[in-house]
């Protein structure tokens, strides 16, 4: 696949051409927002959240990645899916490119996986390669926020996500949307000078950020802190989770009785269909219950 990288491309500036994972391409990220992390910004990346993310732009966490086994699996794969799609549309040639920056704001950042430019017309479009275990009913939000971005720093309005799930191929054409693409971007603004200023989002209930504000204190001095009201809210908090997961229990039993042998529990819904909400596995030698946690 070819470089396409002009130092100028529909207003956009070239920072450069970092390698992922390499020094520059952390530094690069560092100090900016990325497509990726626009999700993250918006509330809509069920892994982290826009507190874990500030703390990091912060410095007040590590902001380098662990690779798990699902990014080592993207990253092996990409090239080779985006030389299927182009097997699969001749009449486009596919080109890598480097990391962008917005002409209006410097930390607004972009490196899509791929350009393509049609041969006859000469019409560009961003591609954008996911994988997951599993196929998706809809394209994901955070992707859709991700993709976005890319068009509204780059001028380009095509886009297209293909997402590759275990032997199963989607390809789906992303909508451009200016409006959508304007208030991502002023909530990006917003998002960056609480960075800039050092004043925290507001706290959102998440493990992400649970987690993010754990790590930040690893040192333990033997004093008090006085907590005032939030310290009556830790402990009705921890009693009405208490009876959460007693209640969780009680109805686990039940269902794990009624099931006996069988692998799934249903239930019927209004409209006369059924569906499985919960699944027995084996686990530790013995068969446990799952809760199947999507929305009805």
Same mark, same amino acid.
């Given at each position: 696949m070819?470089? &396409?990288a002009?130092?100028? #491309?529909?207003? *956009?500036?070239? /920072?450069? @051409? ?12 560092t ?13 809509l ?20 990645i662990?690779e ?9 794969f ?8 182009e097997e699969?549309?001749?009449d ?40 997951a275990?599993?196929t ?6 955070? &992707?859709?926020?991700?993709? #976005?971005?890319? *068009?509204?720093? /780059?001028? @380009? ?13 989607n ?24 960075v800039i200023?050092?004043i ?6 998440s ?24 310290g ?15 209640r969780?229990?009680?109805a ?8 006996g ?6 239930v ?14 084996i ?14």
């Amino acid at each position: 696949m070819e470089l &396409y990288a002009p130092e100028i #491309l529909n207003d *956009a500036k070239l /920072l450069g @051409i970092y390698e992922s994972g390499s020094p520059e391409w952390h530094a690069a990220r560092t100090f900016s927002v990325g497509g990726s992390e626009v999700g993250t910004i918006l509330g809509l990346n069920p892994y982290e959240s826009a507190y874990a993310l500030w703390a990091k732009k912060t410095g007040k966490i590590p902001s380098q990645i662990k690779e798990n086994w699902a990014i080592r699996f993207g990253k092996a794969f990409e090239s080779p899916i985006l030389g299927l799609w182009e097997e699969e549309h001749p009449d486009w040639e596919l080109f890598e490119t480097g990391t962008y920056q917005d002409a209006e704001y410097d930390f607004m950042h972009v490196n899509p996986d791929a350009l393509a430019r049609h041969r006859e017309t000469g019409e560009w479009q961003i591609i954008e390669v996911k994988t997951a275990r599993q196929t998706w009913d809809v394209v994901p939000p955070a &992707y859709i926020a991700q993709v #976005l971005h890319y *068009a509204g720093v /780059l001028k @380009i309005q095509r886009m297209s996500l293909v997402a590759v799930a275990g032997m199963t191929w989607n390809e789906y054409e992303i909508p451009f949307n200016q409006l959508q693409i304007d208030i991502q971007r002023e909530a990006i603004v917003r998002f960056w000078e609480s960075v800039i200023n050092d004043i925290k989002p507001d706290w959102d209930g998440s493990e992400s950020t649970y987690n993010a504000v754990r790590i930040q204190h690893p040192e333990i001095e033997p004093r008090e802190a006085f907590l005032g009201d939030i310290g009556f809210e830790l402990i009705d908090a921890q009693k009405d989770a208490d009876r959460a997961a007693q209640r969780l229990l009680y109805a686990k039993s039940q269902a794990l009785f009624k099931m006996g042998i069988a692998k799934w529990g249903t239930v019927r819904l209004d409209d006369g269909t059924t569906k499985r909400v919960a699944s027995r596995q084996i686990r530790g030698g013995s068969p446990v219950l799952i809760t199947n946690r999507k929305e009805m």
